[in-house]
């Protein structure tokens, strides 16, 4: 993956978009990695993913309440486990 200094990202930012359209682009800011920037197609791909990983978690949750099973996670910490367990 290529990465740039968020100054860099900025002084060219064409060059950063034909970077990002071929693969992900990471942008670090004071050193530290801080975003990443990627094609429309891939964010996409990524949004599908993540969207069926959160329906298939939930379908679980249902399928186990229809069973009479009960969890004592919330809400909160079942949407953190997920985003989680997508890195």
Known sequence: MDTLTANE????FGALID?????PVSITK???PAVIVTS???????????YA???????????ELENGQTSAKS?????AS???SEA
């Open 75 to 79: 809400i909160d910490e079942i949407a």
């Open 30 to 32: 004071h050193g530290r």
């Open 9 to 12: 990202a900025k002084q060219n």
């Open 53 to 63: 990983r959160l329906k298939s978690e939930l379908k679980i949750g249902f399928d």
């Open 19 to 23: 970077k990002a359209l071929q693969g």
């Open 40 to 50: 429309d197609s891939e964010y996409r791909e990524y949004l599908e993913m993540k």
């Open 82 to 84: 997920v985003i989680r």
